[in-house]
T-cell receptor, first 110, second 111 residues
Framework: KAGVTQTPRYLIKTRGQQVTLSCSPI?????VSWYQQTPGQGLQFLFE???????NKGNFPGRFSGRQFSNSRSEMNVSTLELGDSALYLC?????????FGSGTRLTVV | DAKTTQPPSMDCAEGRAANLPCNHS???????VYWYRQIHSQGPQYIIH???NNETNEMASLIITEDRKSSTLILPHATLRDTAVYYC????????????FGGGTRLMVKP
């Protein structure tokens, strides 16, 4: 069974730009969650999607958004990038029990 | 979700058992104890979880005290590849209930 796939693996963007990250969950998993990891704040929950609907949301500004497609693939978007958005962005998929994480997308904002 | 307290770091000799403690004194009756680990720059990896009884799988054992206010993750024969940050999380086992990560314990396995 293929794991959770996140693309791209690494990304460098300039302040003010926007970025879209992609996550393909494990086949059959309908829940996709996103987390941000920084050295200062650790792992923080961004949002969770289930059956194309946002079911849960963390405490992040509106610049962070996401969506889920009918095949359960998910994207997250960050607009008007700030230096502080530099982080490892992790996606996790679930079938209702435990979570399986992808390897993440390392975003660097310069 | 209940808050957890873990020591920030621990060392363990290769081949010996690594015992990682976690305090969760405010855990509710329907909250499970989950353990994940994160090897440098990778996504967290699920290890084990339990509600009341001790649990064992191919990776580790989980010992939960009778009052459920603390638990210990045991890696029976630690290897260098077990060097990672270990996170103890308590959560209601409901779909949609996200994981709340604390600081974790940085385990260093030394030769």
């Amino acid at each position: 069974k293929a794991g959770v796939t996140q693309t791209p693996r690494y990304l460098i963007k300039t302040r003010g730009q926007q970025v879209t990250l992609s996550c393909s969950p494990i086949s059959g998993h309908r829940s996709v969650s996103w987390y941000q990891q920084t050295p200062g704040q650790g792992l923080q929950f961004l949002f969770e999607y289930f059956s194309e609907t946002q079911r849960n949301k963390g405490n992040f500004p509106g610049r962070f958004s996401g969506r889920q497609f009918s095949n359960s693939r998910s994207e997250m978007n960050v607009s008007t990038l700030e230096l502080g958005d530099s982080a490892l962005y992790l996606c996790a998929s679930s079938d209702g029990g435990g979570y399986t994480f992808g390897s993440g997308t390392r975003l660097t904002v310069v | 979700d209940a808050k957890t307290t873990q020591p920030p770091s621990m060392d363990c000799a290769e081949g010996r058992a690594a015992n990682l403690p976690c305090n969760h004194s405010t855990i509710s009756g329907n909250e499970y104890v989950y353990w994940y680990r994160q090897i440098h720059s990778q996504g967290p990896q699920y290890i084990i979880h339990g509600l009341k009884n001790n649990e064992t799988n191919e990776m580790a054992s989980l010992i939960i005290t009778e009052d459920r206010k603390s638990s210990t993750l045991i890696l029976p024969h630690a290897t260098l590849r077990d060097t990672a940050v270990y996170y103890c999380i308590v959560r209601v086992n409901n779909a949609g209930n996200m994981l709340t990560f604390g600081g974790g314990t940085r385990l260093m396995v030394k030769p």
